[in-house]
């Protein structure tokens, strides 16, 4: 940056900000913390501060800045301790590094803005604090009065999350409403929806064993779990290099040749998108045929597993689930599927460890239920080095404990996250509770995010939708359809506690909060005082208060002000964290109703949905190469996680744009057969939208597959219009909203597409 | 395009060298009164020299990111050819400066201008030699070949000869050995092109496909091949045996040949650098 | 021998292509978008349903008979007793010569600044005892820094080239890599940041 103090005064003064003496810094109970270089404030001495990384993308980094005369000169990474392979630094990735590219980006927003233009243009007129938080409470009071709290949608996104304090998701937004009234509440995510709601089903609940139990673990199946691109929790990449190191074999099944795959994997197994099931019941069906499962085990911890057999076996619908039928469905060999079969049931401790993305698919809750039969199946559950088939985001992490900010109330309604554009939409004539006439969204570029985009648009453009107010640090594709759009600061900005992976940080106000942005908490003091419930919402507190009480209840964190001054506190990570263990070892029950690992399921039985069968079977997507729509669209369209963001967060970060091109990849037998070579501008379309973006032709994917990494900010050739093509590579123009049949998850994954040359 | 100041520069020193060189060699291989009734001739050509070196060392610069450093150069004239091309550069300049002062102001003092027009052709062509070294790299085989480091004497003799050729042309009663020789001069420079590309062609393709297709496989190689070599050989044949061909052909193969030049240049670069960085 | 040569250890077979070092260097370095003085390039090769892929992260090698040191017209890199081959931008000119000379385009022209600059080693961190910010931001542990010597004998089974790099005795660097099975593999194409290159 090289930003020196003068030439950064010069710049805070001509945008009409003192931003040096922003309220932020009285809020947070007065400027710096002194750390190791005791220069805090002074001109022309440089001091470095811990801090945490809170972003969605699974790991919780320590983050370290250089600041000297109030700005972030350089960034550094965990080095307050030596790097142990035990206890290992918590190093940040690629994106922490960008972060002073982040925060002093030239697209932060500076002030509060209205809209001017037709919403979704992206024309806006400056407009005063003042003004600002008399707006919004008054729409809010308007929309209350008029149609009642459950009017006002809570678009709560994980723009910043795991903060004591500044937490967008599931906290500052929920707590505002409820103690205003209530609010419609979004619960799921767009990210795990169908396994929150399934595998508790079979296994009682969504608990977790840590990374440095894969160092016992002999076999792995890395299933659709991408490490290597996605945090998994810190250091969960190098834990298992260190597994690699010590003799384990490794399955990668994926369409892609991730770098997960190209990294560990001794066998890469490029499955068709949706047909995991397929492959699973495959596999079960050779361990059941060849006798190879641990009957032992299956019978002592699960329930309904006869019925599973009978399934997998043929005996209920008279199709024996071998791998010559699963082969042309899922693409997989079935010699291949039987050696994997084979030695996923001979080596123990073996771990079968799966991602999120086979269950972001029409039937997602069906793999969610079957990887934990197959780990029962081959019982490999509650055993050290083994695993029991979670889709998971994040690898277990010991806890200190501390309670998180009390959250009062209750909302008036609560709906899968994913279904806003409908529900805004459709509303109770369409079967949801509540009509929405107002949303807040807070850290949420769920525009961007959610599936089918253009959807979302005439979902945010329908006159229904009275007011749209946007908390945002940056003008996304989101913040362009707000009516009022209200500047955030960053992490650097504000004081807070984060619980990074394995240790809890405290988090100083490093920089004074840039421009006129503020808060979240603190826009939400000011509205909540103009709609006469502050004192409720602050509790009497400040900040820092509320953060010393916090902390008072971890197990680990010492006395505030030891706190402030050492920053980190650690949890030793070597200690394993294996989930059941107790349920396995110790004979304590499962939490589920019958206290075993139910297989088969009466509860979901008795829900009676002919799409949530009792036990975990392979249903055919609806957009999948058998539907009659691959005429149209014949190719399989997957929307990964790119190590490049964090969702659509860091996309405006230019360091890391470019390291990797963003581009769709495309197999070169498909790309030969419509005249497509690597780097080709290409159209990819299907009836939501269309998208042009390059080419990345390359062996890396499978045949009639296609993928585009998510994350990419919507950048259409029209503004506000629906419909319109998008210039940037954003997936969610492509992919459906429908929901999965019995979470009312997001089906994303799930989607065909037709590729040609532009 | 982003290495037109390295393509000027390269070519319009070499085309001033050329531009010193042969006439320099033509005064003292004729008689005294053979360089009269050339003089106005080669009056017009060294007067050329100065304002080209000029432009060749303001394209130079041109090409540096922080051209005020370059006096620089001098510190690492032991180890560098680069530094060495920087500072023959300069000295060349020097000289042209006084040898196009000499045409201009003191046509008549032939003496001191065949002394100051031998100093600058040395120095000129030690120049020549200093650029064409830079080129010679281990790290870069697709340049490290002897006909690229011929290349550039090439160049100032075919520039220089079709230049020379050009002024006599338009001044009757040049000698008929002063033709002659000129044919000779461009007839070879031709020659050592064609032949250094004959034995570039194969070692290219040992080393890098790449460079050989980007190269061989332009249509603008072959063009130049045959406009920029072709024509100023079409020229030189009657030259050679003294016979005066049409000015208004001459002075078209000079454009030639000029194009030619920034032609293969740009080849030169581009089918190397645009692969850069190899690796 | 005053001071034993410094280098860098890049361990292929534990490297993912994760970026974090080349961002990191970019940081502490303050780069703009274009130079990337540290490079994650991603070899690739093999066919569908048996592809390879591996990253090699390679900044400046800070060679034994480092090229840089000869061709600069000005003299702008000297060789420090630690081995560490150092820019001196306030000297460089930009003649860009050093970006055609270097074998591992390790010198790269950034054009904010009109001037060429490379990978230092850190070295204001090393006389600090640290380690260059790329090893101390590696999340593989898969980059190390220190006498060659030392790191050939901490790896014995590394080796100064790849079949894929530029062929070592142009420049002696003072670099080891421990490589993994692929290496062997004829690769396909080379990708280096928003370039593919077809080998």
């Known amino acids: 940056m090289g930003v020196s103090r003068r030439t950064f005064l010069a710049w805070s003064g001509l945008l009409g900000g003192a931003a040096l003496v922003a309220p932020s810094l009285g809020l947070s109970g007065g400027g710096l913390v002194e750390t190791a270089a005791e220069a805090a404030g002074e001109e022309g001495k440089e001091a470095a501060y811990y801090t945490a990384c809170a972003r969605n993308c699974g790991s919780k980094c320590i983050l370290k800045a250089y600041v000297k005369d109030g700005v972030i000169t350089r960034m550094g990474s965990d080095d307050a301790v030596a790097d142990d392979p035990n206890n290992p630094q918590l190093r940040m990735c690629l994106r922490g590094w960008s972060y002073r590219k982040r925060v002093y980006a030239p697209d932060r927003l500076k002030y509060p803005m209205k809209r001017v233009g037709k919403r979704g243009e992206g024309k806006f007129e400056r407009i005063s604090w003042d003004e600002a938080f008399d707006l919004y409470a008054q729409w809010l009071k308007e929309v209350k009065a008029q149609f009642g709290p459950g009017a006002i949608y809570c678009m709560d ?90 003799g384990c074999k490794v399955y990668v099944i994926d369409p892609r040749f991730t770098d997960t795959a190209a ?306 506190v650690r949890l030793d990570l070597a200690t394993p964290i294996v989930a059941f263990k107790e349920q396995v070892q110790d ?121 585009l990494t998510e994350g990419a900010w919507y950048d259409p050739e029209e503004p506000g219009k629906p419909g319109s093509i998008d210039r940037a590579g954003c997936a969610n123009v492509l992919t459906s909203d429908r929901p999965t049949p019995f979470a009312g998850a997001t089906s994303q994954h799930t989607c065909l597409v037709q590729v040609a040359r532009r | 395009m982003k290495e037109l100041p390295l393509i000027l520069f390269t070519v319009l020193s070499q085309a001033a060298v050329g531009l010193v060189a042969i006439p320099t060699v033509l005064e003292s291989l004729l008689g005294t009164e053979k360089v009269a009734a050339l003089q106005p001739a080669l009056r017009n050509v060294g007067r050329l020299v100065f304002p080209l070196a000029l432009a060749s060392l303001a394209a130079s610069l041109w090409h540096l990111g922080a051209p005020l450093g370059a006096y620089r150069a001098v510190s690492n004239f032991g180890s560098s050819w680069l530094a060495r091309e920087i500072i023959l550069m300069g000295l060349f300049t020097a000289c042209a400066a006084a040898y196009s002062h000499l045409w201009q102001w003191r046509p008549e003092n032939q003496p001191a201008r065949r002394t100051v027009g031998l100093v600058a052709a040395v120095v000129g062509l030690l120049a020549v030699f200093a650029t064409g070294m830079v080129y010679q790299l281990p790290s870069r085989p697709d340049w490290s070949h002897w006909s690229n480091l011929m290349a550039g004497f090439v160049t100032a003799l075919l520039i220089g000869g079709m230049a020379v050729s050009c002024a006599v042309a338009r001044h009757a009663g040049a000698p008929v050995e002063a033709r002659r020789y000129l044919g000779y001069i461009v007839l070879a420079a031709a020659a050592a092109l064609v032949l250094g590309l004959a034995f570039y062609g194969p070692y290219l393709t040992g080393v890098s496909g790449t460079t050989t297709a980007l190269l061989f496989g332009n249509s603008w190689f072959w063009l130049r091949l045959l406009v920029g070599v072709g024509l100023p050989v079409w020229v030189a044949a009657p030259l050679v045996k003294g016979e005066q061909p049409g000015p208004v052909l001459v002075r078209i193969a000079l454009v030639a040949v000029v194009a030619g030049e920034l032609v293969g240049r740009t080849l030169f670069y581009t089918s190397v650098l645009s692969q850069l960085p190899l690796f | 021998m005053a001071n034993k040569q410094l280098g860098f250890f890049i361990n292929v077979e534990r490297c993912i292509g994760c970026h974090a070092c080349e961002v990191a260097c970019k940081d502490k370095n303050d780069l703009e978008v274009g130079p990337r003085w540290r490079r994650v390039r991603i070899v690739e090769g093999g066919a569908y349903p048996k592809p390879f892929a591996y990253s090699i992260s390679m900044a400046c090698n800070h060679c034994k008979d480092p090229i840089c040191v000869k061709v600069c017209p000005v003299g702008a890199y000297t060789k420090r007793e630690d081995g560490l081959v150092i820019h001196d931008q306030s000297r460089c000119i930009g003649c860009r010569y050093c970006t055609f000379a270097c074998p591992y385009a390790a010198p790269q022209f950034d054009e904010s600044k009109g001037k060429a600059g490379k990978c230092s080693g850190c070295h204001d961190l090393v006389d600090k005892g640290q380690e260059p910010i790329c090893v101390q931001a590696c999340i593989l542990r898969a980059l190390e820094f220190g006498p060659l010597e030392e790191l050939q004998q901490k790896h014995p089974g590394a080796v100064q080239s790849l079949p894929v790099l530029p062929d070592p005795k142009v420049t002696d660097p003072s670099v080891r890599l421990q490589p993994r099975p692929e290496v062997n593999s004829r690769p396909a194409r080379i990708v280096d940041g928003h370039r593919t290159r077809q080998v």
């Not at chain 1, 080709?680 to 990345?696: K, L, P, Q, S, Y």
């Open chain 1, 157 to 246: 996104g994980s723009g910043s999350i795991d903060l004591a304090l500044h937490s967008t998701w599931r906290q500052l937004g929920p707590r505002f409403f409820r103690m205003y009234g209530g609010g419609t509440e979004q619960t799921l995510s767009y990210s795990s929806g169908a396994r929150t709601v399934a595998t508790p089903y079979t296994l009682g609940n969504l608990a977790n064993s840590s990374a440095p139990t894969f160092r016992q673990t002999k076999l792995m199946l890395m299933w659709g779990w991408n490490p290597a691109e996605n945090g998994m929790g810190t250091n969960t990449a190098y834990f298992l290099r260190q597994a690699k190191e010590r």
């Open chain 1, 587 to 707: 004979g304590k029950p499962f939490p589920t109703p019958s206290g075993k690992i139910e297989i088969s399921s009466k509860r979901i039985k008795e829900a009676n949905n002919p799409k949530m069968p009792a036990v975990p079977k392979y249903i055919a997507d609806w957009e999948s190469p058998g539907d009659p729509l691959a005429q149209k669209y014949p190719l399989q369209f997957i929307a990964p996680h790119s190590k490049q963001r964090v969702h659509s967060a860091f996309h405006n970060v230019p360091w890391v744009r470019e390291v990797e091109p963003h581009a769709l990849w495309i197999n070169p037998v498909d790309a030969a057969s419509r005249g497509i070579q690597n780097d080709d501008t290409i159209r990819i379309f299907n009836d939501r939208g269309e998208v042009h973006i390059i080419a990345w032709v390359t062996e890396r994917i499978m045949p009639g597959v296609v993928a």
């Open chain 1, 263 to 568: 990294s560990y994997a001794d066998v890469w197994v490029p499955l068709k998108p949706g047909t995991d099931v397929a492959m699973m019941s495959a596999m079960a069906w050779v361990i059941i045929n060849e006798k190879l499962q641990d009957q032992g085990f299956v019978e002592k911890y699960t329930e309904g597993w006869q019925e599973w057999f009978d399934y997998i076996t043929g005996k209920e619908d008279g199709q024996p689930k071998t791998p010559e039928w699963a082969e042309p469905i899922t693409g997989v060999q079935a010699n291949l599927i039987r050696q994997m079969a084979r030695e996923y049931a001979a080596v123990k401790p073996a771990a079968l460890v799966m991602g999120l993305g086979p269950q972001r698919t029409a039937y997602g809750e069906q793999v969610a239920r079957c990887g934990p039969s197959l780990a029962a199946l081959t019982g490999n559950i509650g055993i050290l080095g083994g695993y029991h088939a979670l889709m998971n985001w994040m690898m277990a992490f010991p806890s200190d404990g501390m309670k998180t900010l009390p959250m009062p109330g209750k909302p008036t309604a609560a709906l899968p996250c994913n279904q806003w554009p409908d529900l805004f939409l459709k509303g109770k004539s369409g079967g949801y509770p509540v009509d929405i006439h107002m949303a807040v969204a807070t850290g949420a570029n769920y525009l961007n995010q959610g599936g089918n985009l253009n959807k979302a648009i005439t979902a945010l453009q329908n006159e229904g939708l009275k007011y749209f107010v946007v908390h945002e640090q940056f003008m996304t594709p989101t913040a362009k359809f707000a009516d009022l759009l209200l500047p955030i600061n960053s992490l650097f900005e504000r004081m807070d506690i984060a619980h990074a992976n394995g240790a809890a940080v405290f988090m100083p106000q490093i920089i004074p909060s840039l421009y006129e942005s503020k808060s979240d908490w603190e826009i939400m003091t000011q509205v909540a005082r103009r709609l006469g419930f502050e004192q409720e919402w602050t509790g009497g507190k400040t900040e820092e208060a509320w953060l010393k009480e916090l902390a008072a209840t971890s197990k680990l964190i010492p006395d505030w002000e030891t706190f402030k001054k050492q920053q980190i």
